[in-house]
Structures are given as structure tokens and as C-alpha cells.
């Protein structure tokens, strides 16, 4: 935990209880970078279950977010200060898959969150859920493509119902039932397949991971599920007697996995179909509109206020649709999974917006809380506090209280002067880090960053001369020079791997042929020309 993110946490522990400690509030522009520092390992990993179809699995394209991050400048936390892809040692990311019931499991991931190749909605999520929690985190994803909840993912409890289509009418099986329909007044032949053996499947791989928990997060001895978040829809809304019925499945399935996972207070986060609009017809309407309606907010279900939301991702959706997978378009999965992480964290914050519910009661008890460090003129303190409170009660009277109230203060001319000079020093100590570590390359690029945004700082005369003389010493420039071809050589041969893991050879050969052409009589050369040869070889 960084010096910031400590003197917040201070200072609000001891005035507000919260059941989950806030790190910090996030940026304006987004989240900020992940500090590297490892969770606290007391406490009980807080585990949230991904559950779904391929929706949920990863089909964001890794170039296509290489793209969005380095060329658009997009999702800056997934990058640190030298354009390394970032680890949150504070998130475990674990996948697991299989056909069908318990049985043959595949682990498809087991490691700190990061980007190593495609993305799903998992990346978004994690980081938003590691930066609210100060508890060690683990992303659980269980879950494989083309099911529908109406057959495969059918919770148990469901019973049989009846659909008229055509002229006929329809038994649909209930769980454990088989085969998916029959008409009625005929006997059912039964198959392998049965109503709900994939929700089966996906609840028990899942709890396999948690009953070895320790396999899985290394260190970790007890745990808590906190959350679900589901993203499906697209196999139902073929079958009208799927679609009709989709929402009271999704009840079902809500209060089923918090049976099955004997986590009663759990909070619950469902996306919709990107491609679906509000209004839309047919089935994807149906299906549309069973996803909103459990929505805590809509008060269609009273059990389920403050614990389930629904998240409207056609905002988020940039083309395709989910039975392509959105094109591999990777800015679709990650702003669908920022804004799944959000709603997330509405519900751990309990903001009951407008309400004067605890929620509303502890924001009110922040609010005083910072004000009493105004007029213990410890001022810094109670900047972090209304800049977490503009965040957390977004759209309440409070956080329009608490902007006034930064405002306020960044506008006086003494107390915007200490608060400009205390961020530049933090930043300055970055500063300092990497050029201790003799890591030019990395102190030259935060010196600019520096001076780009600390102007008025008291020490920016000074900070911009320093930079200058690093600039021209030869020796340093040598350094640099020799940390900028490490950097790219690695970021290529990183690419390079990820294509030629996916069978894309003619890609991998492109970047490997660049470091060999360029960098031919380096040990990265070298190493390139002989991946070439192993590629040859295939």
C-alpha cells in the first residue's frame, strides 16, 4: 500500500466502519495503477464466482487491447510507468471449465491478475474489486460457452411448465428432467444431456478450487464467497420457451447459488446482451427485460434491494454481437466488466442513494468526518476523504457536498498550494525510486510526467533541472537506451508467443524477425532466431 492510499485509510478507519476497508477512491479518469503490494493475508479472501457462457469467457483479442491501451491510451492501469503489462498481487485470477456435470476439469488459468493474452470481463471486474479491498481477492471463473439457463444451466428446484408454439404444446423439462421438451401427451425419451448438469458441473468445479484453497492462492486458509457476476442470455433467446421463462429462471438461479455456495449475503451483478437495446422485441426483449427486472432498484423483487443489479451494457457494446463474441473487440469486454465492477462495488458499499438508509447515514458520518479534519487543518486527510465520497455517492446530495467542499479548499490559495505540493512530492518519491534503482529509463519518463503535471509545484524548478542533467549525462543515456531495447525486445517476444500459442505462426514470425533484424547481435537475437527455427520446425 502506497503512503497515499495508507494516510486515507487512516483516517477514515477510525471514523467511518465500513465491512470492507476502501484502499482509496478511484481516479477521476479511472483506476489508478495497482500498487504491487500483496493483500492483507488475515483476513479471508474474498472470492467472486464468474458464471455464464461464452459471453463470460475470453474472447477479448489480445491486439485489439494491446491496441486500446498503448495507441488509444485507454484502461492506463493495465500499463505501468514503462508500458509493462501491470500484476495485481492483491487479485487471484482462476478459470476453470469442463463439459457437463462434475467430472473432467480443465484449468484454464491460476495466477495474479494480469494480462497475458485474450481478456474477458474478468480484468475489469478484478481490478475494481482489488482496489475497493483491502482483503485478499480471488476472481473464480466457472463457466463454458453455448449453454442456456433455460436447459443446461437450469438451477435445481426448477420444475417442469408447459409452452403453446404452433399449435402445440410443449412440456419443457424441469431439473434433472430429460430430454429439453416434449409435446405433451407423449412419453419423453431420455439422452445423456440433462435440464441443469451444467449448472452442476460449473457450482462443483468451482467449489473444487475452494475446497483447495491454498493450491489457488498461495497462503490463503479460509475464505468468503462476497459475489456473483453473470453475463448470458445468447443460447436462450433461439428458444421462445427458454426466453418466456428466462426470467424466473434468473430468480431461481440467484437465490440457488447463494444456497449452494452458503453465501446467504452475497451480492449478485447480471450484464445484458451488448447487441440487445431497450425496447427490443421477441425473444432478446424477453430476455432483455428478465435481466433488468431483477435489478434491486426496479422493486419488482423486494428480497433482492441493495444486493442485485443489472447491468444495461448496449452502452458498452462496440459492434458484433454475443453469438460472435463482439468481434473479439476487446474494449467490449473490458467496459462491460468495468461497469459490472462498479455495480459491484455500489452493492458492497450498500449507497442507497436518496434513501436515508445505512448507507446514506454512513456517507452523511464521512462527510462530517472530513470536515472535522478541515478544522483540525489537516487538510490533505480530508482531501482524500471527499474525493472518495465524489466517487462512492455518486449523484447523492453528498457527493455534491463534498465536491463543493474540494473545490473550497483547492481554491484557497494557501491549502491549494500545500495539497498541489504534497501530491508532487509523492510523485517526486517515485521519482527518487526508480533513479535509486538506477532505473533511468523509468526516472526520465516520471521526471516528464513530473513537469507536466506539477507546474506549480515549489519544487518544479528544481525537479526540471534535475531531469535536464540526467538527460545529457552520456553515461545514463547509454542506460536508457540499453532498457529501451530490453523493453521492446521483451514486448515483442511477449507477442510473438501469444500468436504462436494461438496457431497464428505468420504473426509470431513478424516479430521475431524484427528483433533478430534488429537486434541480431544481442542475446534477444539470438533468441528470436532460434524461436524462428522452432516455428519452422511445427
Same mark, same amino acid.
Given at each position: 500500500?502506497?503512503?497515499?492510499?495508507?494516510?486515507?485509510?487512516?483516517?477514515? @478507519?477510525?471514523?467511518?466502519? /465500513?465491512?470492507?476497508?476502501?484502499?482509496?477512491?478511484?481516479?477521476?479518469?479511472?483506476? *489508478?495503477?495497482?500498487?504491487?503490494?500483496?493483500?492483507?493475508?488475515?483476513?479471508?479472501?474474498?472470492?467472486?464466482?464468474?458464471?455464464?457462457?461464452?459471453?463470460?469467457?475470453?474472447?477479448?483479442?489480445?491486439?485489439?487491447?494491446?491496441?486500446?491501451? +498503448?495507441?488509444?491510451?485507454?484502461? %492506463?492501469?493495465?500499463?505501468?510507468?514503462?508500458?509493462?503489462?501491470?500484476?495485481?498481487?492483491?487479485?487471484?485470477?482462476?478459470?476453470?471449465?469442463?463439459?457437463?456435470? %462434475?467430472?473432467?476439469?480443465?484449468?484454464? =488459468?491460476?495466477?495474479?491478475?494480469?494480462?497475458?493474452?485474450?481478456?474477458?470481463?474478468?480484468?475489469? !471486474?478484478?481490478?475494481?474489486?482489488?482496489?475497493?479491498?483491502?482483503?485478499?481477492?480471488?476472481?473464480?471463473?466457472?463457466?463454458?460457452?453455448?449453454?442456456?439457463?433455460?436447459?443446461?444451466?437450469? %438451477?435445481?428446484?426448477?420444475?417442469?411448465?408447459? /409452452?403453446?408454439?404452433?399449435?402445440? $404444446?410443449?412440456?419443457?423439462?424441469?431439473?434433472?428432467?430429460?430430454?429439453?421438451?416434449?409435446? +405433451?401427451?407423449?412419453?419423453?425419451?431420455?439422452?445423456?444431456? $440433462?435440464?441443469?448438469?451444467?449448472?452442476?458441473?460449473?457450482?462443483?468445479?468451482?467449489?473444487?478450487?475452494?475446497?483447495?484453497?491454498?493450491?489457488?492462492?498461495?497462503?490463503?486458509?479460509?475464505?468468503?464467497?462476497?459475489?456473483?457476476?453473470?453475463?448470458?442470455?445468447?443460447?436462450?433467446?433461439?428458444?421462445?420457451?427458454?426466453?418466456?421463462?428466462?426470467?424466473? =429462471?434468473?430468480?431461481?438461479?440467484?437465490?440457488?447459488?447463494?444456497?449452494?455456495?452458503?453465501? *446467504?449475503?452475497?451480492?449478485?451483478?447480471?450484464?445484458?446482451?451488448?447487441?440487445?437495446?431497450?425496447?427490443?422485441?421477441? =425473444?432478446?426483449?424477453?430476455?432483455?427485460?428478465?435481466?433488468?427486472?431483477?435489478?434491486?432498484?426496479?422493486?419488482?423483487?423486494?428480497? /433482492?434491494?441493495?444486493?442485485?443489479?443489472?447491468?444495461?451494457?448496449?452502452?458498452?457494446?462496440?459492434?458484433?454481437?454475443?453469438?460472435?463474441?463482439?468481434?473479439? =473487440?476487446?474494449? $467490449?469486454?473490458?467496459?462491460?466488466?468495468?461497469?459490472?465492477?462498479?455495480?459491484?462495488?455500489?452493492?458492497?458499499?450498500?449507497?442507497?442513494?436518496?434513501?436515508?438508509? *445505512?448507507?446514506?447515514?454512513?456517507?452523511?458520518?464521512?462527510?462530517?468526518? &472530513?470536515?472535522?479534519?478541515?478544522?483540525?487543518?489537516?487538510?490533505?486527510? &480530508?482531501?482524500?476523504?471527499?474525493?472518495?465520497?465524489?466517487?462512492?455517492?455518486?449523484?447523492?446530495?453528498?457527493?455534491?457536498?463534498?465536491?463543493?467542499?474540494?473545490?473550497?479548499?483547492?481554491?484557497?490559495?494557501? !491549502?491549494?498550494?500545500? !495539497?498541489?505540493?504534497?501530491? @508532487?512530492?509523492?510523485?517526486?518519491?517515485?521519482?527518487?525510486?526508480?533513479?535509486?534503482?538506477?532505473?533511468?529509463?523509468? &526516472?526520465?519518463?516520471?521526471?516528464?510526467?513530473?513537469?507536466?503535471?506539477?507546474?506549480?509545484?515549489?519544487?518544479?524548478?528544481?525537479?526540471?533541472?534535475?531531469?535536464?542533467?540526467?538527460?545529457?549525462?552520456?553515461?545514463?543515456?547509454?542506460?536508457?537506451?540499453?532498457?529501451?531495447?530490453?523493453?521492446?525486445?521483451?514486448?515483442?517476444?511477449?507477442?510473438?508467443?501469444?500468436?504462436?500459442?494461438?496457431?497464428?505462426?505468420?504473426?509470431?514470425?513478424?516479430?521475431?524477425?524484427?528483433?533478430?533484424?534488429?537486434?541480431?547481435? $544481442?542475446?534477444?537475437?539470438?533468441?528470436?532466431?532460434?524461436?524462428?527455427?522452432?516455428?519452422?520446425?511445427?
Amino acid at each position: 500500500m502506497n503512503r497515499a492510499h495508507k494516510t486515507a485509510a487512516l483516517a477514515l @478507519a477510525a471514523l467511518v466502519s /465500513f465491512s470492507l476497508t476502501i484502499l482509496a477512491a478511484a481516479a477521476p479518469k479511472g483506476l *489508478p495503477d495497482p500498487d504491487g503490494e500483496e493483500a492483507d493475508m488475515s483476513k479471508p479472501v474474498q472470492v467472486f464466482i464468474l458464471m455464464g457462457q461464452s459471453n463470460m469467457l475470453s474472447f477479448g483479442d489480445f491486439k485489439k487491447l494491446n491496441a486500446a491501451v +498503448k495507441e488509444k491510451k485507454k484502461y %492506463p492501469y493495465l500499463v505501468d510507468d514503462a508500458g509493462e503489462w501491470t500484476v495485481r498481487k492483491d487479485v487471484r485470477f482462476v478459470w476453470v471449465g469442463g463439459s457437463g456435470g %462434475p467430472g473432467r476439469t480443465r484449468l484454464m =488459468n491460476n495466477d495474479w491478475m494480469k494480462v497475458k493474452g485474450n481478456i474477458g470481463v474478468e480484468m475489469g !471486474i478484478g481490478h475494481h474489486m482489488g482496489h475497493l479491498i483491502d482483503a485478499p481477492v480471488m476472481i473464480l471463473k466457472s463457466a463454458t460457452g453455448n449453454r442456456s439457463l433455460g436447459w443446461d444451466l437450469l %438451477p435445481p428446484g426448477s420444475k417442469q411448465y408447459e /409452452f403453446e408454439e404452433k399449435g402445440k $404444446t410443449w412440456v419443457y423439462a424441469g431439473y434433472g428432467d430429460s430430454p429439453e421438451r416434449w409435446e +405433451k401427451g407423449t412419453n419423453p425419451r431420455r439422452i445423456a444431456w $440433462t435440464a441443469g448438469c451444467q449448472y452442476a458441473g460449473d457450482v462443483d468445479r468451482a467449489k473444487k478450487v475452494l475446497s483447495d484453497l491454498g493450491t489457488y492462492y498461495p497462503g490463503a486458509t479460509k475464505y468468503e464467497v462476497a459475489g456473483f457476476f453473470y453475463w448470458q442470455g445468447d443460447k436462450d433467446r433461439y428458444n421462445a420457451g427458454h426466453a418466456t421463462r428466462y426470467e424466473f =429462471n434468473l430468480v431461481n438461479l440467484i437465490k440457488q447459488l447463494r444456497k449452494d455456495f452458503n453465501a *446467504p449475503n452475497a451480492k449478485f451483478v447480471c450484464a445484458t446482451l451488448g447487441q440487445t437495446s431497450k425496447g427490443a422485441g421477441g =425473444n432478446e426483449g424477453h430476455i432483455l427485460n428478465a435481466q433488468l427486472a431483477v435489478d434491486g432498484t426496479t422493486g419488482k423483487y423486494p428480497e /433482492f434491494r441493495g444486493n442485485v443489479a443489472s447491468v444495461y451494457s448496449k452502452p458498452f457494446c462496440h459492434g458484433g454481437s454475443s453469438s460472435g463474441h463482439y468481434g473479439g =473487440n476487446a474494449e $467490449t469486454y473490458m467496459d462491460v466488466g468495468e461497469a459490472m465492477g462498479r455495480a459491484m462495488v455500489t452493492l458492497l458499499l450498500d449507497k442507497k442513494r436518496g434513501r436515508g438508509g *445505512p448507507g446514506a447515514s454512513r456517507a452523511e458520518a464521512a462527510l462530517a468526518a &472530513a470536515e472535522e479534519l478541515i478544522a483540525g487543518k489537516q487538510h490533505l486527510e &480530508a482531501v482524500t476523504a471527499l474525493r472518495r465520497l465524489t466517487v462512492t455517492q455518486r449523484g447523492t446530495e453528498v457527493a455534491r457536498q463534498a465536491a463543493d467542499r474540494l473545490r473550497a479548499l483547492q481554491d484557497d490559495p494557501v !491549502i491549494g498550494r500545500l !495539497i498541489i505540493d504534497a501530491e @508532487a512530492d509523492a510523485f517526486e518519491d517515485r521519482c527518487l525510486a526508480a533513479e535509486k534503482k538506477k532505473d533511468y529509463a523509468l &526516472a526520465i519518463k516520471l521526471y516528464e510526467r513530473y513537469v507536466g503535471q506539477f507546474p506549480k509545484a515549489s519544487r518544479f524548478a528544481k525537479v526540471k533541472a534535475h531531469l535536464e542533467s540526467l538527460k545529457s549525462d552520456k553515461a545514463i543515456q547509454t542506460t536508457v537506451k540499453r532498457a529501451q531495447a530490453d523493453a521492446e525486445c521483451k514486448r515483442w517476444m511477449m507477442l510473438a508467443d501469444n500468436y504462436a500459442r494461438n496457431g497464428l505462426n505468420d504473426k509470431a514470425r513478424q516479430y521475431l524477425s524484427r528483433i533478430a533484424e534488429k537486434y541480431g547481435d $544481442t542475446d534477444w537475437g539470438a533468441k528470436a532466431r532460434a524461436r524462428l527455427v522452432e516455428i519452422a520446425d511445427r
